[in-house]
């Protein structure tokens, strides 16, 4: 048993150094995938980091903890009460104290976890005064976005091809031609809904996964702690071409947001005056001249 507890202790210490390896890469990129990553993505938003809480220290600990203990169970019945070491079973069946240990175990775990589910659950719905709303429309296979405060009309963003995402150093299915531009430390309201089918606007960074379902119109918000770029996608199957519809999200500063949102509500430059019609000359009758 020593020995067994051992090795427990030294796979749990191992475990952890790896998360702690990665998480710290995970931090040196924003918002995007890591390779080798074995845990949630660094957490950008109020929203995420309450969520990678509670996994990371309510969640975790406990399913180790089961996993292990239920590993130690089934250890010992392999090796103490097999048929060569314990050749004359008991004959007892049931043990009282035993079975209401095992009931109210379980039932005490579930509800000491949903304290914390209920929390972030509340979170998610205790939506903050917001200083900018987003309105974001699923369409087959696309995303756009519209600012109805700032008088941005709905644009559309779609997903770069290989070679352009490889031209911009971005990765290829996250990147976008079109990106959502907010500003950083600003409360983004996002309105989500869908053209067609079901489509889901998830962006793992800021703890975001709603579904955008047609003719309803559902809500989400978040909180970027830091400027960057931010990738998600649809998370909802919802057709063919469901792979290539990314999302961008570029978070900037407030001058740059404003620099950005006045680009996009700028009158087009007007039309240059076009020269007026050269003069036509008209041949003179040599006749009537005379005259």
Known sequence: MRRLRGMISAAGLAVSAAMTAVQARADEIVGQPID????????????????????NVILLPIITFIALFVLALLLICIFRFNKRANPTPAKWSHNTPLEIAWTLGPVMILAFIAIFSFKLLFAYHDEPKPDLTVKVTGYQWYWSYAYPDQKVDEYTSNYLPEDAAKAKGEPYLLAADNAMVVPVH????????????IHDFGVPAFGLKTDAVPGRTNETWFNADKPGIYYGQCDQLCGVNHAFMPIEIRVVTQPEFDAWAAAKTAPPAPAAPSAPPAPQKVALNTAAAQH
């Open 36 to 55: 080798g990553a074995i845990g949630l993505q660094a957490a950008h938003s109020p929203l995420k980091v309450q969520a990678a809480f509670f996994h």
């Open 186 to 197: 600003k409360n983004i309201r996002v309105l989500i809904t869908g053209a067609d089918v």
